[in-house]
Each structure stands twice: as structure tokens, then as C-alpha cells.
């Protein structure tokens, strides 16, 4: 079974660029999240889909992060305008609809340094 | 979700068994908790999770006191492979839709050495 695909791994960009991150998740997964993971610190949530609705995007910065799932599968995140507290690794997420285990299954993640 | 409480760290021999612990005072009776790892440059990796009872699979067992204030995950044969963040994660699974959020915490530093 193909993982979680996640690209591009690396990008450097300047402050003020904007940047895509795309993510295929699992086949059949109907809930896709978008982790932000800061160097030293543990993944937090931005955004969590289920199929192609907004679940929950309480933390997600929307004067600069936006997200979307149009098709309910593939789900881009994109930043603009990039800040230097931008520089993290994006993690894509899937789980099926599942009431009693919760296994998410991650991609290796995007790893963007801001400059 | 409860909040949850683990060591930053911890050395473990290879071959031996690696016990982390973490504390979760204030679960409630409908949570679960949860156990990722993440190995270095990877993203996190579900281990095992459980409610009440103790929990084994192949890659580890999980140990919850009676009053569930508290868990141990045990890697019974630790190997070098095994280094990694282990992440204690407690989580409601009484439905709706963003119920498979994960609350990530610092975790622990697990290092397995020869």
C-alpha cells in the first residue's frame, strides 16, 4: 500500500515569496490534515479536512495560509507571503473515518526554510 | 483532549527493554491514550493506543494503571532503529468530525545505544 506522498521534500525561499506544498494521501483516506512542525517542538494541527470540507482550521494563519481540497483526494497548502517564523516542516496527514482508532498515517513532510 | 506529561529524555541499551512513561492526570473516561514516534527526518508513526486495558502488538506493549492517571509504553528488545521522538498523546474518540485531531506534545528524546 503507497504511503502518504508529500512534495516538494526541500524549498528555500525569501520572505515575502510564496510557496505550495502538495500531498496525495493514502487511497480511500477521507480525512487529510496539514501539521505545522517547528524545529525542537511537536507537530501542531493547521487545518484538517474530511473529504473535501474544512473540518477544522482553528489554528491555521489565514491572512497568509491557505488550503484546499478541491476533489476530496490531493490537497495543496500554500503560503503567501512567507514570514522567517514560516521556516518548519509541513507534514500531510490521512486517517480513514474510523471511530476507534485514530492511526494517522504521515508523509515525510516538506521541510521550508524562509530567508 | 487531557494534557499529558513526559520526561524530555531517556537512554536505553541495545537489546534491552526501554520503559517510557507519561502521566495524563486529568484523562476522562472516554479517552484514549495514544503512542507515535518519530525517527529523524521522518514524520510520526502510530505505535499503539488503548483505553483501559494493556495493550500489545509487534512493535510494542502498552501499560495503563487502574486509575489511567498515568501509562507506560515498553520496547521489550530496544534496537539502535528505535531512536526517536515517542510522542504521549491523549484523545477523545467520542465521535464527530474532527475527532482523529492529534494534540502533539514535546515527547521524549529516546536514545538507543550500543
Known amino acids: 500500500e503507497a504511503g502518504v506522498a508529500q512534495s516538494p521534500r526541500y524549498k528555500i525561499i525569501e520572505k515575502r515569496q510564496s510557496v505550495a506544498f502538495w500531498c496525495n494521501p493514502i487511497s480511500g483516506h477521507a480525512t487529510l490534515y496539514w501539521y505545522q512542525q517547528i524545529l525542537g517542538q511537536g507537530p501542531k494541527l493547521l487545518i484538517q479536512?474530511?473529504?473535501?470540507?474544512?473540518?477544522?482550521d482553528s489554528q491555521l494563519p489565514k491572512d497568509r495560509f491557505s488550503a484546499e481540497r478541491l476533489k476530496g483526494v490531493d490537497s495543496t497548502l500554500k503560503i503567501q507571503p512567507a514570514k522567517l517564523e514560516d521556516s518548519a516542516v509541513y507534514l500531510c496527514?490521512?486517517?480513514?473515518?474510523?471511530?476507534?482508532?485514530?492511526?494517522?498515517?504521515f508523509g515525510e513532510g516538506s521541510r521550508l526554510t524562509v530567508l | 483532549d487531557a494534557k499529558t506529561t513526559q520526561p524530555p529524555s531517556m537512554d536505553c541499551a541495545e537489546g534491552r527493554a526501554a520503559n517510557l512513561p507519561c502521566n495524563h492526570s486529568?484523562?476522562?473516561?472516554?479517552?484514549?491514550v495514544y503512542w507515535y514516534r518519530q525517527i529523524h527526518s521522518q514524520g510520526p508513526q502510530y505505535i499503539i493506543h488503548g483505553l483501559k486495558n494493556n495493550e500489545t502488538n509487534e512493535m510494542a506493549s502498552l501499560i495503563i494503571t487502574e486509575d489511567r492517571k498515568s501509562s507506560t509504553l515498553i520496547l521489550p528488545h530496544a534496537t539502535l532503529r528505535d531512536t526517536a521522538v515517542y510522542y504521549c498523546i491523549v484523545k477523545g474518540n467520542a465521535g464527530g468530525t474532527s475527532y482523529g485531531k492529534l494534540t502533539f506534545g514535546q515527547g521524549t528524546i529516546l536514545t538507543v545505544h550500543p
Open positions: 486529568t484523562i476522562s473516561g472516554n479517552e484514549y
Open positions: 496527514a490521512s486517517s480513514l473515518i474510523r471511530r476507534n482508532t485514530g492511526e494517522l498515517f
Open positions: 479536512f474530511q473529504n473535501n470540507g474544512v473540518v477544522d
